[in-house]
């Protein structure tokens, strides 16, 4: 079953604009992941934010939780070609399992 | 660091043939996970260790996959009698915690399996 969810398969947008990916789960959290993955290489984490929190920064990165309606965002600003790649939401289940979400693929255009 | 290591990056096996994928975690983590990615059913849960025990293979499909990390250094995963549906990126995944849903998790580039 799909614990978590990006809620768009894919988003374009040119260089320097900004964008926000969205994402929906399904069950309480003790924290969601944000991660990346760019062709060729494995998902790196970008930003872990924890059920009590309500932002968190990493840079040009900035995730909010809303564990109200258990939805998550990933936005970035000021955005760069090599910003693409496929972006995941991912929540935790038991036994430390990671759910990914399906991906939303990114495409920063020049 | 030269983070998590998985060898080989792409391997071509015969349907029926074994194939065996190497992973080296970072030095120090506890916590050791494989994954499964194909386009139809994206990230898979395989299986994870802690502390080179194994915690949890309920994503392991049972009759031909296996997995083993006989020290903290490397753990490997096993596929026997290959099948076309077995092709896919096997990644592993290191912590230096055992709770991933708290902790960095650090993912290896991947080995690309093709079964033909």
């Known amino acids: 079953s799909q614990l978590a969810e990006e809620n768009s398969w894919a988003l374009s947008v040119h260089e320097g604009e900004s964008v926000t990916v969205n994402c929906s789960y399904k069950?309480?959290?003790?924290?969601l992941q944000w991660y990346r993955q760019k062709s060729g290489k494995g998902p790196a984490q970008l930003i872990l934010?924890?059920?009590?929190?309500r932002e968190k920064r990493n840079g040009r990165l900035r995730a909010t939780l809303d564990t109200s309606s258990q939805s998550s965002s990933l936005s970035i600003t000021a955005t760069r070609c090599e910003d693409t790649a496929v972006y995941f939401c991912?929540?935790?289940?038991?036994?430390?399992?990671?759910?990914f979400g399906d991906g939303t693929q990114l495409v920063v255009k020049p | 660091n030269a983070g998590v290591i998985q060898t080989p990056r792409h391997k071509v096996t015969g349907k029926g043939q074994e194939a065996t994928l190497w992973c080296e975690p970072i030095?120090?983590?506890?916590?050791v996970f494989w994954y499964r990615q194909t386009i139809v059913q994206g990230l898979e849960f395989l299986t994870y260790?802690?502390?080179?025990?194994?915690?949890?293979d309920s994503g392991m499909p049972k009759e031909r996959f296996s997995a083993q990390m006989p020290n903290q250094s490397h753990s490997t995963l096993k596929i026997q009698s290959t099948q076309p549906q077995d092709s896919a990126v096997y990644l592993c995944?290191?912590?230096?915690?055992?709770?991933?849903?708290?902790?960095?998790?650090?993912f290896g580039k991947g080995t690309r399996l093709t079964v033909v």
């Open positions: 995944a290191s912590s230096l915690g055992p709770g991933t849903t708290n902790t960095e998790v650090f």
């Open positions: 069950t309480s959290i003790t924290a």
């Open positions: 934010i924890r059920s009590n929190e």
């Open positions: 991912a929540t935790g289940g038991s036994n430390n399992r990671i759910f």
């Open positions: 030095s120090g983590h506890s916590a």
């Open positions: 260790f802690r502390n080179q025990a194994p915690i949890d």
